[in-house]
């Protein structure tokens, strides 16, 4: 479960939010995000940040954004996301 749960936090590809944000707008104000765990996360922008749902219907917002690693990018939320 734990894996499950971790691997749902992870999207393939180096999103930064500036490509989230371009996603959003292409989706009309919402984008699909595939997750690595086979799950979906939805991105939103509120009041100029950019807001994941889970698909529980949990919320979570990116509060420290574009963490580049040489593996990806880290976007830091502040709370836990789960899957269905």
């Known amino acids: 479960m734990l894996t499950k749960i971790l691997t749902y936090h992870v999207v393939s590809g180096r999103l930064s ?9 292409a989706g009309h104000g919402k984008a ?13 922008e509120e ?4 807001v994941l749902k889970d698909e529980k ?6 509060t420290i954004p574009n963490v580049y690693q040489s593996n990806g ?3 830091v939320i502040d709370s836990v996301l789960l899957p269905n």
């Open 32 to 44: 699909e995000l595939k997750t690595v765990a086979g799950g979906t996360l939805w991105a939103m």
């Open 73 to 75: 990018v880290i976007q």
């Open 57 to 62: 219907g949990g919320t979570a917002t990116i």
């Open 17 to 25: 939010t500036h490509d989230i944000k371009k996603l959003i707008k």
């Open 47 to 50: 009041g100029g940040h950019i």
